[in-house]
């Protein structure tokens, strides 16, 4: 699966990117095998996730909202990532692809540690509602690193990174409605 010294470099590459290093991008490897491997990262943060979502979920059954949002994850890396290739492709940058879909799927480490003072709260059944905010600020900060990754890796301008990071948000909040109303219809 990974090396010890992949999984170094690749838990050393989000901290830099955490801390805005441009050189972060450059520790994950571009290679297709890389970025394949990578989507086990994001499939072994999904639990913790869709286990929040569960929770929160009350009276809906749990295997609804585990298929809803496994779907919603499906559909948006699939958007998203081809969205992501369309762009490259058309700057001539197609060959680092596979090194931004490895930092991505690894940033989502960041991504859960930044959200484990929701967690702690949500599973210790604290109200939530003060750590709100808090929430919003680590899904838009999770956004801007996206669009820092994207900005190093393919040396875009960070105008077109930040377009970039602002097509991830729209795909994924607006899948993310679908999949309440699609709950709402089923539960």
């Not at 994001?42 to 929160?56: E, G, I, M, N, Y």
């Not at 001539?92 to 799927?105: G, S, V, Y």
């Not at 899904?139 to 970039?164: C, D, H, N, Q, R």
């Amino acid at each position: 699966m990974f090396t010890r010294e992949e999984i170094k470099n690749n838990l050393i590459g989000c901290a830099e990117i955490v801390l805005f290093m441009p050189h972060g991008v450059e520790r994950y490897d571009p290679s297709k095998s890389a970025a394949i491997r990578s989507f086990l990262v994001s499939l072994f943060l999904l639990p913790v996730v869709v286990a929040v979502w569960s929770f929160r979920a009350g009276t809906v059954p749990v295997p609804l909202v585990v298929g809803l949002h496994f779907a919603h994850f499906v559909l948006t890396a699939v958007l998203f990532l081809t969205t992501v290739y369309f762009l490259s492709k058309q700057y001539n940058r197609e060959q680092h692809f596979f090194r931004f879909i490895t930092a991505a799927n690894w940033q989502g480490v960041s991504g859960v540690l930044l959200s484990l003072p929701i967690l702690i709260a949500v599973f210790a059944g604290f109200d939530i509602e003060p750590w709100q905010n808090y929430s919003v600020f680590v899904t838009l900060l999770m956004y801007v690193y996206t669009g820092f990754i994207a900005t190093y890796v393919f040396k875009f301008p960070w105008e077109l990174g930040g377009f970039i990071a602002v097509v991830a948000l729209a795909f994924d909040q607006n899948l993310l409605e679908v999949v309440k109303i699609l709950k709402d219809y089923f539960a």
